[in-house]
């Protein structure tokens, strides 16, 4: 039996380092000495959008590295010349010709030859795309940082308006003080209960983890079930709830639950929002959907604000806005559970005239994640 079988011939293991290397999605880029190019595989052109054959270029002159942080040029000669051991860093950009940028990973590893052994030493880099990733992270620090905040108020004032309660009866002082400090940190409970239903409906959205129970529903008697249940409310206020549900319309077949939280957001900003006047809430058959309508005459929304309303945790700079408490999630939330069922949301609003959102419900045939 032959126990020392022949190697391969140098141009068969080539090729299957070759293979190998233009398998991989990450870029690679193999250097010798000097710096120039030796080997290098599909990945690492994509990365450094070139469509030309990059062998024996210097390293510097295909890549150029970024410190966003100081907007500094790395000098790649340097960092290749330092690195004696294996580096690697997500913390660098790529800007192509036009001006885009990427964020990159990068991995620099020397060739260590065994000893005794002949050979080309350098390095070998490994490139890879993960702009993705970081504006992933980047959102997710901004969340975690948002929340902090929105928790840390209401937190605070619960904690203080609670101890005021305590010492006020412990010393015997006036009830009625008392029972406002406790008010006030009931509020601002409801508040924090309120931000972590958002937020737990927000998670549990965003992994799309929502199941769609479709089922018919009566659109005259939703509304009529919104007027009895939202005209208190508004008649605190001063204001009428009114509903115009068209007398064709039809059976909307979707989620019960979705298009009533979808609709009992819209409906108490509307009421939360307008001083004086009515909030409407329209119904109306358009083609195989059904198009809701609220409208009320509060205080509007600015141009500029309109294009953010939306977004996660935005609350606009009105002062008018800001006298009501809010998480700032409501609309994201509804967005994403419109988007559960295919809704089309648009606004049409003007400071001090009033807003009109439109919510288009189409008929869903089947339950489905």
Do not use: C, W
Request: proline share 3%.
């Amino acid at each position: 039996m032959n126990e020392n079988p022949q190697k391969p011939p140098v141009n068969i293991e080539h090729e299957r380092l070759n293979s190998l290397i233009n398998s991989m999605a990450d870029g690679v880029i193999a250097i010798d000495e000097e710096q120039k190019i030796a080997v290098y595989n599909g990945a690492a052109l994509n990365i450094l959008d070139i469509n030309t054959a990059i062998t024996d270029k210097q390293l510097s002159a295909v890549l150029t590295l970024t410190d966003p942080h100081t907007n500094q040029t790395i000098h790649i000669p340097t960092l290749i010349r330092n690195t004696k051991r294996q580096y690697s860093s997500r913390d660098y950009i790529i800007t192509y010709k036009d001006n885009s940028t990427i964020n990159v990973y990068i991995s620099i590893a020397p060739v260590r030859l065994g000893y005794g052994v002949t050979g080309t030493r350098g390095h070998v880099i490994l490139l890879r795309d993960i702009t993705h990733e970081k504006s992933l992270e980047e959102e997710r620090d901004e969340f975690i940082s948002v929340v902090s905040h929105e928790l840390r108020t209401p937190i605070t004032i619960s904690e203080g308006n609670i101890s005021n309660a305590l010492l006020i009866a412990q010393k015997g002082g006036d009830i009625s003080k008392t029972t406002e400090a406790l008010k006030l940190a009931h509020e601002q409970i409801v508040f924090l209960s309120d931000l972590v239903n958002d937020l737990s409906t927000l998670s549990r959205a965003e992994k799309e983890k929502l199941e769609v129970q479709v089922e018919s529903i009566n659109v005259y008697n939703l509304l009529s079930e919104f007027q009895k249940a939202y005209t208190p409310e508004a008649q605190a206020k001063g204001l009428q709830l009114k509903i115009s549900p068209d007398a064709n319309v039809e059976l909307l077949n979707s989620s019960r639950m979705y298009v009533n939280e979808i609709l009992q957001n819209f409906i108490t900003n509307a009421i939360k929002y307008t001083q004086k006047g009515s909030v409407t809430i329209s119904a109306k058959q358009i083609n195989n959907a059904i198009e809701f309508i609220v409208q009320d005459t509060g205080i509007g929304i600015s141009r500029n604000d309109q294009a953010k309303i939306f977004n996660k945790f935005f609350r606009s700079e009105d002062y008018r806005t800001r006298q009501n408490n809010g998480t700032g999630l409501g609309l994201y939330v509804t967005l994403k559970l419109a988007r559960l069922i295919h809704a089309e949301i648009s606004v049409n609003s003007e400071l001090n005239k009033g807003s009109v959102f439109t919510i288009k419900i189409p008929n869903l045939k089947q339950s489905y994640h």
